[in-house]
């Protein structure tokens, strides 16, 4: 039986596809189907294929380090994260608020059960290498939270409320420096000595490694925020 987050991801990664196939051609004035909402592209494989992913595989790698079958698909966390995805991708274009609000809220919830399913996961018995990619899971989880926040509030002025003076670069940023970096670096501290045959060189330094990617992500999420007005992050 597929495992049904790689369903998905089949689904998102077809619809980004085809949006991409939609540019290109428009670009040519073949066809131009999707004129205005081709930003859709990107979070088909943000949004939608990479959080697939990562929901698929962190339960999996941390039940695998500690020597476990892999654990059954929690419904509820998929229900909620591919219900708050689709309900993202339908309000955004039609600007619908509580479509927007809704499929945040339900990505927020999904996002939640995740990291409690990941922190009841650790335990003390074994050594700390069984457990080495769990807290980059968490921490990116933690910025995914924000992301989702400041994303689901660029619709609704949150921003502004917040005294956020850039708001969609502090989304952006808590997406891929934060979600993003943390959670393949996770998957390099879990994947490495599979695909290199050897142990890490320098196992201790993980927590240095950790903490030192955390707050690096932490002052690039807070920084646009702090930006003075009129000064755009020239790599977003």
């Known amino acids: 039986m597929l495992n049904p987050y790689f369903l998905m991801t089949l689904l998102y990664i077809s619809m980004a596809a085809l949006l991409a196939l939609d540019n290109a051609l428009g670009l040519f004035g073949v066809v131009d189907l999707f004129t205005g909402i081709r930003w859709l592209r990107v979070h088909f494989i943000t949004l939608g294929t990479l959080t697939e992913i990562t929901f698929w595989l962190m339960p999996a790698l941390v039940a695998a380090r500690k020597g476990a079958p892999p654990p059954s698909t929690r419904w509820d966390i998929w229900l909620a994260l591919n219900g708050g995805i689709i309900t993202l991708l339908i309000g955004i274009p039609l600007l619908n608020g509580l479509q927007i609000i809704t499929g945040g809220a339900l990505v927020f919830i999904a ?26 899971y968490i921490a990116g989880l933690s910025f995914l939270l924000l992301g989702i926040m400041v994303g689901t509030g660029l619709w609704q002025g949150w921003g502004e409320a917040l005294r956020i003076k850039v708001p969609i670069e502090v989304h952006i940023h808590a997406n891929i420096w934060g979600f993003t970096s943390l959670t393949f670096a996770g998957l390099l501290v879990d994947f490495y000595p599979a695909f290199s045959g050897r142990r890490l060189a320098w196992p201790h330094s993980i927590p240095a490694l950790f903490w030192l990617m955390t707050l690096g992500a932490l002052g690039l999420v807070l920084g646009p925020g702090w930006a003075p007005t009129g000064s755009p992050c020239p790599a977003c």
């Open 111 to 136: 996002v939640l059960l995740l990291m409690g399913q990941l922190g009841g996961m650790g335990t003390r018995s074994l050594p700390s290498s069984a457990n080495a990619g769990r807290p980059f």
